[in-house]
């Protein structure tokens, strides 16, 4: 089956501590993205890649960074530099540069 | 800037019709989506409005007005299982989120 996953599906860390955040897909999809989400909010773009080796930042990208090694992989990293990383982030891919985008399970990240 | 409004919640009873209505402003608009999100879950791609008018998709259809920055989400025979935040979604080259419509949908 095709899809995208996310792992852990919980992640705990203390303050100070950089944490990296899994995604894989399988769908041959070249762009992929990284959004954060919290409580009652909409998702917020963090980075996103639209081919192997090259990514943008999106609108809130401080303390986060991000590879693209390989095209079913993009991981993130939330460094310690990131001020209030305790969010569920969540993955997603497109063919191509595209609305109708695919998103994984996400991760809920808890950091204290 | 950039920015979307929708209604933070909505209640509606099995069966009935609702519409959850979305107002954005934004520079290089080329169109309006709507994602479901159920509690905890994955976003899931609902529709897609590029043009003025009504796109109809089963029980769920979703309309545009470019002129009054302004579309909704039209959820008909609601069910059970409707009951969900709703985000509608300005695509300009990217995807900028409005803050969701939780839907709840009671017996």
């Known amino acids: 089956d095709g899809g995208i996953t996310q792992s852990p599906k919980y992640l705990f860390r203390k303050e100070g501590q950089n944490v990296t955040l899994s995604c894989e897909q399988n769908?041959?999809?070249?762009?992929m993205y990284w959004y954060r989400q919290d409580p009652g909010q909409g998702l917020r773009l963090i980075y996103y890649?639209?081919?192997?080796?090259?990514?943008q930042k999106g609108d809130i990208a401080e303390g986060y960074s991000v590879s693209r090694e390989k095209k079913e992989s993009f991981p993130l990293t939330v460094t310690s530099a990131q001020k209030n990383p305790t969010a569920f982030y969540l993955c997603?891919?497109?063919?191509?540069?595209?609305?109708?985008?695919?998103f994984g399970p996400g991760t809920r990240l808890t950091v204290t | 800037g950039q920015s979307l409004e929708q209604p933070s919640e909505v209640t509606a009873v099995e069966g009935a019709i609702v519409q959850i209505n979305c107002t954005y402003q934004?520079?290089?608009?080329?169109?309006l989506s709507w994602y479901q999100q159920h509690d905890g879950g994955a976003p899931t791609f609902l529709s897609y409005?590029?043009?003025?008018g009504l796109e109809e998709t089963g029980r769920f259809s979703s309309f545009l007005s470019r002129s009054d920055s302004y579309g909704y989400l039209l959820l008909q025979e609601l069910q059970m299982k409707d009951s969900a935040s709703y985000f509608c979604?300005?695509?300009?080259?990217?995807?900028?989120f409005g803050q969701g419509t939780e839907l709840s949908v009671k017996p």
């Open positions: 409005n590029a043009l003025d």
């Open positions: 997603a891919s497109s063919a191509g540069t595209n609305y109708e985008q695919y």
């Open positions: 890649s639209q081919i192997v080796n090259d990514f």
């Open positions: 979604a300005v695509w300009g080259g990217k995807l900028i």
């Open positions: 934004t520079s290089g608009f080329y169109g």
């Open positions: 769908l041959n999809h070249d762009a």
